[in-house]
């Protein structure tokens, strides 16, 4: 089955649906193919965490990847900054990516800080449900300004980082994720991935 695509710049473009089905990888994985998309402030531990949590569903026999927003800059991305309207192409790509995986069969995991509501709205718009599972890394700027692992707060307080997110461009806060894992309460990172593990559990995830 074919479908035209939303708003190619080609109208000459179709879809094409593949003969593997969802619920055929589903049966072979022995999970369900999701979207973790971890966003928080720089600092706040969604890469850790994130990583962590890769590391049980892998030994699980999980099929499962991070995209992380600095490598993903690296390579796909590696030709925007970080003005609203990058960042919003920023997410909209990486978005775009994560659907694949998921049609893929995979648990796909993204840490990047995607601060603005519309843009995670708009991913999640691209799956279908329960298949984009939002994760807020909570922590208070005061926090992830102690950790400051890149000295990225820093150098925004200093003016060498321009438009730096929680400094000097906003964080618009998840107004209904489907987790929430707060890092200034509780930093031990085994804990916080064993809490998303849980959630994937109990909402029958991991098949």
Not at 105 to 120: H, K, N
Not at 186 to 199: G, M, P, Q, S, T
């Amino acid at each position: 089955m074919e479908k035209k695509l939303n708003n190619p710049k080609s109208k000459d473009i179709y879809w094409h649906e593949g003969d593997i089905s969802r619920e055929d990888r589903q049966r072979q994985y022995g999970h369900k193919n999701v979207c973790i998309w971890f966003t928080g402030l720089s600092g706040s531990g969604k890469s850790t965490i994130a990583r962590k949590l890769e590391e049980k569903l892998f030994e699980r026999g999980v099929k499962t990847y991070v995209l992380d927003g600095d490598n993903v800059r690296h390579g796909l991305n590696n030709n925007l900054g970080f003005s609203h309207e990058d960042r919003t192409e920023n997410i909209r790509r990486i978005g775009e990516v994560s659907k694949l995986f998921v049609d893929a069969g995979l648990v796909v995991m993204t840490a990047f800080i995607s601060p603005f509501r519309e843009d995670r709205r708009n991913v999640r718009k691209l799956m279908n449900e329960g298949e984009f599972i939002e994760v807020f890394i909570e922590a208070t700027i005061e926090t992830c300004e102690q950790r400051d692992p890149k000295g990225l707060y820093k150098k925004a307080k200093a003016g060498e980082i321009k438009e730096f997110t929680g400094i000097s461009s906003p964080y618009e806060e998840p107004e209904k994720p489907e987790l929430v894992v707060n890092t200034t309460e509780d930093d031990d990172i085994d804990r916080n991935a064993e809490k998303i593990l849980n959630y994937l559990e109990e909402n029958k995830i991991l098949l």
